[in-house]
């Protein structure tokens, strides 16, 4: 045993990496299986990424040659700020791919379906403060545990942050409440806009053609031909994404002040999320900065797409396994109050999404793939938009998710705020 731990000694960088491609490559095993036609798809990368971060904390795994060097003690282990890096690289990767698809169509789409986009975050995310609500009302539960299931069935970083600064000293119950609905709330989400396509039958042909953007081609054909003066850096358009990167960064960092306290207080900012799906909507649809061309060869988008989905999903699975097994082993409430708050989290889940898909289909006769799209949005999860698109098989979809994405991250953010000052 000692001759195999000499033998085989991977430095940190290699036992992350090594982690990372393990679980990518179980992962995508896993979410090829499919049970009358419905899969995890890439998400499947997610609960194996959840498995392993609850293995690498197992104790006896320090015992063992050569796994020994994947134990992780805790969640302020050097290990998860890797993973936790990795995981927002991914995200970066996949919201700028996103915004740099949707961009040249998307404000025409925002235009036409504003009136239904914007009402359709505000119904999910209503919805879901409502249920988070009537849940920290429970003897017992109270307003910490409450808004950290509402971030965590809704899958929102801002939110969570913004609910742990409001706990103060009892943050860690918005840790564990985040920990517990997390999960599912990835998962829960991947089903659904897989599930609804099948249980209403839908024709994915002529579903694909009502998204699609009317003259597509001809605006197309424009674009192409008034690029053909524009200066690219590469060919690719690497550079290009690196500057919609920087720019998009930079524009999430911004901070804007919710209370009197001024910065000192509760801030509000787009983050690594909405900062780079922003920018990288305006540069795509302008399609230039002077005489610098800002399109990205689609191909190259489409590969960074699913790449920062997958570097997304292991760095938060892992995080959340952590998370997950930390948080319940600190907790003193027991067992009971893992299954209260994974209830809640699985109902905070499920309710937005079918009273959101309810009125957009019956009330603003949304198409389904808008319908699903703005969902995604409406939910802030990532993951599923990325399921979508594979469902749908055409990018337009991304349109819907952009378009409702901003105002449920505000609201959201908003609403675990009041939870924790309210109730």
Same mark, same amino acid.
């Given at each position: 045993?000692?001759?195999?731990?000499?033998?085989?000694? !991977?430095?940190?960088?290699?036992?992350?990496?090594?982690?990372?491609?393990?679980?990518?490559?179980? +992962?995508?095993?896993?979410?090829?299986?499919?049970? &009358?036609?419905?899969?995890?798809?890439?998400?499947?990368?997610?609960?194996?990424?959840?498995?392993?971060?609850?293995?690498?904390?197992? !104790?006896?795994?320090?015992?063992?040659?050569?796994?020994?060097?994947?134990?992780?003690?805790?969640?302020?282990?050097?290990?998860?700020?890797?993973?936790?890096?990795?995981?927002?690289?991914?995200?970066?990767?996949?919201?700028?791919?996103?915004?740099?698809?949707?961009?040249?169509?998307?404000?025409?789409?925002?235009?036409?379906?504003?009136?239904?986009?914007?009402?359709?975050?505000?119904?999910?995310?209503?919805?879901?403060? +409502?249920?988070?609500?009537?849940?920290?009302?429970?003897?017992?539960?109270?307003?910490?545990?409450?808004?950290? $299931?509402?971030?965590?069935?809704?899958?929102?970083?801002?939110?969570?942050?913004?609910?742990?600064?409001?706990?103060?000293?009892?943050?860690?119950?918005?840790?564990?409440? @985040?920990?517990?609905?997390?999960?599912?709330?990835?998962?829960?989400?991947?089903?659904?806009?897989?599930?609804?396509?099948?249980?209403?039958?839908?024709?994915?042909? &002529?579903?694909?053609?009502?998204?699609?953007?009317?003259?597509?081609?001809?605006?197309?054909?424009?674009?192409?031909?008034?690029? &053909? &003066?524009?200066?690219?850096?590469?060919?690719?358009?690497?550079?290009?994404?690196?500057?919609?990167? $920087?720019?998009?960064?930079?524009?999430?960092?911004?901070?804007?002040?919710?209370?009197?306290?001024?910065?000192? +207080?509760?801030?509000?900012?787009?983050?690594?999320?909405?900062?780079?799906?922003?920018?990288?909507?305006?540069?795509?649809?302008?399609?230039?900065?002077?005489?610098?061309?800002?399109?990205?060869?689609?191909?190259?988008?489409?590969?960074?797409?699913?790449?920062?989905?997958?570097?997304?999903?292991?760095?938060?699975?892992?995080?959340?396994? $952590?998370?997950? $097994? @930390?948080?319940? @082993?600190?907790?003193?409430?027991?067992?009971?109050?893992?299954?209260?708050?994974?209830?809640?989290?699985?109902?905070?889940?499920?309710?937005?999404?079918?009273?959101?898909?309810?009125?957009?289909?019956?009330?603003?006769?949304?198409?389904?793939?808008?319908?699903?799209?703005?969902?995604?949005?409406?939910?802030?999860?990532?993951?599923?938009?990325?399921?979508?698109?594979?469902?749908?098989?055409?990018?337009?979809?991304?349109?819907?998710?952009?378009?409702?994405? !901003?105002?449920?991250?505000?609201?959201?953010?908003?609403?675990? @705020?009041?939870?924790?000052?309210?109730?």
């Amino acid at each position: 045993m000692e001759f195999i731990s000499k033998l085989i000694n !991977p430095g940190s960088a290699a036992v992350v990496l090594l982690g990372a491609f393990f679980i990518t490559f179980l +992962g995508y095993c896993l979410g090829r299986i499919s049970i &009358k036609g419905v899969s995890l798809g890439t998400a499947g990368v997610f609960l194996v990424a959840l498995l392993f971060g609850y293995l690498f904390t197992l !104790p006896g795994l320090q015992n063992i040659p050569v796994l020994s060097k994947f134990f992780i003690a805790d969640a302020s282990a050097s290990a998860m700020d890797s993973y936790g890096f990795i995981g927002d690289i991914g995200l970066v990767l996949f919201v700028t791919a996103v915004g740099s698809i949707a961009g040249p169509n998307f404000f025409r789409d925002l235009k036409k379906n504003a009136k239904t986009y914007l009402p359709m975050g505000a119904i999910i995310i209503v919805i879901g403060a +409502g249920v988070a609500t009537a849940f920290a009302l429970i003897p017992g539960i109270g307003s910490a545990f409450a808004s950290g $299931v509402l971030s965590g069935a809704l899958t929102s970083t801002p939110a969570f942050s913004a609910a742990k600064e409001i706990a103060g000293e009892n943050s860690a119950m918005v840790s564990l409440g @985040q920990a517990i609905s997390y999960p599912f709330g990835v998962v829960g989400v991947v089903l659904f806009v897989q599930i609804m396509p099948k249980i209403l039958r839908a024709d994915m042909a &002529k579903e694909r053609a009502l998204i699609a953007a009317p003259a597509k081609n001809a605006e197309t054909k424009t674009v192409e031909k008034k690029e &053909k &003066k524009r200066f690219d850096i590469d060919g690719f358009g690497f550079a290009a994404f690196g500057l919609a990167v $920087v720019f998009g960064l930079l524009l999430g960092s911004i901070k804007i002040p919710l209370t009197s306290a001024g910065f000192g +207080g509760s801030c509000f900012s787009l983050g690594m999320t909405g900062g780079p799906l922003i920018m990288a909507l305006v540069l795509a649809h302008f399609g230039h900065i002077g005489p610098l061309n800002m399109r990205v060869n689609t191909q190259v988008l489409k590969i960074f797409r699913e790449f920062g989905l997958v570097l997304f999903l292991l760095g938060a699975g892992v995080e959340g396994g $952590v998370q997950l $097994v @930390q948080q319940i @082993q600190n907790s003193e409430y027991g067992l009971m109050i893992v299954l209260y708050g994974f209830i809640a989290g699985v109902i905070i889940t499920l309710i937005p999404m079918v009273v959101g898909y309810i009125f957009a289909r019956k009330v603003c006769k949304l198409p389904l793939l808008n319908t699903l799209g703005s969902i995604t949005g409406g939910m802030t999860s990532t993951p599923a938009l990325g399921t979508l698109i594979a469902v749908a098989e055409t990018d337009d979809v991304a349109g819907a998710y952009a378009s409702t994405y !901003p105002i449920a991250l505000v609201l959201v953010v908003f609403a675990c @705020q009041i939870i924790g000052i309210v109730c």
